[in-house]
């Protein structure tokens, strides 16, 4: 069965609103989890590393202002766009790192289209 | 810093034909190296992974990989392809010292047609 979980799967919003998306690791606690943006026909980019109990690491050239991140428990991480734009229509990934291990499972992804 | 090169953007091949995806990468500290697999409009799932030990690596449906530290490449390998493989696979490298990041090469559009 999945061990991420996102939501929503897809979201339609219009230029100049927010969405939040989540990111849920359902099989165990973590207290880092990372999100991804990936445009049609590219690579995943890590856009940040979200930390719980601390705030979260942005990867350069990545607007924290824009793409606000709370790791709201051991399972729970969020993501926020905010102000959204057309630009920022994408899929959002997120992953959860099993410790101890250095694999990953990933989310499902979100795909935001902003109008 | 890490990088990925994979080499090959698109690769088409027939079924049951053999197929290599290639994959090089560039580190100054020890790295662990992914293979992911991505069907349209999901996440990625693993098909396998290099951490240490024997450098041929077994992963699911069939494929393998081999780590060569002194071409800096993981190539992945399947002796015969179907059509389900069709998919866009991802070449990822985590160094040690970063805290399970994962740095993904450009990928390659797998195309298996009958």
């Known amino acids: 069965g999945a061990v991420v979980s996102q939501h929503p799967s897809w979201v339609i919003c219009k230029s100049g609103t927010s969405v939040k998306i989540e990111c849920r690791s359902l099989d165990f606690q973590a207290t880092t989890m990372f999100w991804y943006r990936q445009f049609p026909k590219q690579s995943l980019m890590l856009m940040a590393t979200s930390n719980e109990g601390s705030k979260a690491t942005y990867e350069q050239g990545v607007e924290k202002d824009k793409f606000l991140i709370n790791h709201a428990s051991l399972t729970l991480s969020t993501l926020t766009v905010t102000s959204a734009h057309p630009e920022d229509s994408s899929f959002y990934i997120c992953?959860?790192?099993?410790?101890?291990?250095?694999?990953?499972?990933f989310g499902p992804g979100t795909r935001l289209t902003v109008t | 810093a890490q990088s990925v090169t994979q080499l090959d953007s698109q690769v088409p091949v027939f079924e049951e034909a053999p197929v290599e995806l290639r994959c090089n990468y560039s580190?100054?500290?020890?790295?662990?190296l992914f293979w992911y697999v991505q069907y349209p409009n999901q996440g990625l799932q693993l098909l396998l992974k290099?951490?240490?030990?024997?450098?041929l690596v077994k992963g699911i449906n069939g494929f393998e990989a081999e780590f060569n530290k002194s071409q800096t490449s993981f190539h992945l390998r399947k002796p015969s392809v179907h059509i389900s493989d069709t998919a866009e696979y991802f070449c990822?490298?985590?160094?040690?010292?970063?805290?399970?990041?994962?740095?993904f090469g450009q990928g390659t559009e797998l195309s298996v047609k009958p």
């Open positions: 580190s100054s500290v020890s790295v662990y």
């Open positions: 992953s959860v790192p099993r410790q101890g291990s250095y694999e990953q499972y």
């Open positions: 990822a490298v985590s160094a040690g010292n970063q805290g399970g990041k994962l740095i």
């Open positions: 290099y951490l240490s030990g024997s450098t």
